[in-house]
């Protein structure tokens, strides 16, 4: 059967998105987006120097490669600076899917809300498909839901920080009570981080980080998939059902007698 994620109605097969920020090469890039088998890639459109070389080619790389291309606003420190980088997206691109970051705090990077709900209002009312970078804060996802976003993306911890995940129980409060699709993100450092996201229903991950910045990152990315896959599997197969005591796997009945 048809297992695609959906955004919009948009179908990806791959439920493992992908990022730019760290990548040690264009040939290394090229390495892990073809180990992986993503279909979504990010980039920071505020970060591109538009007049430098090495940014054009990135950009003129990733359209290349034909992949659905994600603009982020990692780099806005307000409001004015997200729309601006929002439209210079969509003429750039020519997408208005958006992946929303809203991020005052220089130190830990996390998410600002009230920046973030604002600045989806405003994204929404200008035609904008927004996919939110969040706190794993089960009652801004929802609120963000209702707003009218495509997705919400809760981050497992901090940006960057290779720490795995620590907010699993909030996440599972926001895929239960989600219409939209979840997308984990920031913090996931092993494939068996991104395993445990998709096993407890999460509808695909994005991971940079834990993929450009290992050792060989073209294996990194083959292992990410898999890993992303496993979980899918797991999850729609049902788990057993977690007991206080042992359960004996062999049958009791017919036992012979000795």
Not at 24 to 29: G, I, P, R
Not at 65 to 91: F, M, V, Y
Not at 119 to 135: Q, R, S
Request: aromatic share 4%.
């Amino acid at each position: 059967m048809n297992d695609n994620l959906i955004i919009d109605g948009k179908e990806f097969r791959s439920r493992l998105f992908i990022g730019t920020g760290k990548h040690k090469s264009l040939k290394d890039l090229e390495n892990y987006i073809i180990s992986s088998e993503s279909e979504m890639i990010t980039v920071a459109i505020r970060r591109l120097d538009l007049d430098d070389n090495q940014s054009n080619d990135l950009l003129s790389f990733l359209i290349e490669k034909k992949l659905n291309i994600l603009p982020n606003t990692a780099g806005c420190k307000n409001i004015d600076e997200i729309i601006l980088t929002c439209e210079l997206s969509r003429e750039l691109i020519n997408t208005n899917w958006v992946k929303l970051e809203a991020i005052k705090d220089p130190k830990y990077l996390l998410p600002d809300p009230m920046m973030t709900i604002i600045a989806a209002e405003k994204l929404i009312k200008n035609g904008f498909k927004v996919l939110p970078y969040i706190n794993s804060d089960p009652a801004l996802a929802k609120n963000l839901e209702e707003l009218g976003c495509s997705t919400v993306m809760p981050l497992a911890s901090p940006i960057g920080s290779g720490n795995g995940i620590k907010n699993e129980e909030s996440i599972r409060i926001i895929i239960e009570q989600s219409n939209v699709p979840v997308i984990v993100d920031a913090g996931l450092a092993v494939p068996s981080d991104a395993s445990k996201m998709m096993e407890i229903g999460a509808d695909a991950v994005l991971v940079n980080t834990a993929i450009a910045q290992a050792k060989d990152s073209k294996k990194m990315g083959e292992a990410f998939k898999l890993g992303v896959k496993a979980g899918r599997i797991s999850f729609k197969s049902g788990r057993i059902p977690i007991k206080g005591i042992a359960s004996p796997s062999s049958p009791e009945k017919n036992l012979l007698d000795v």
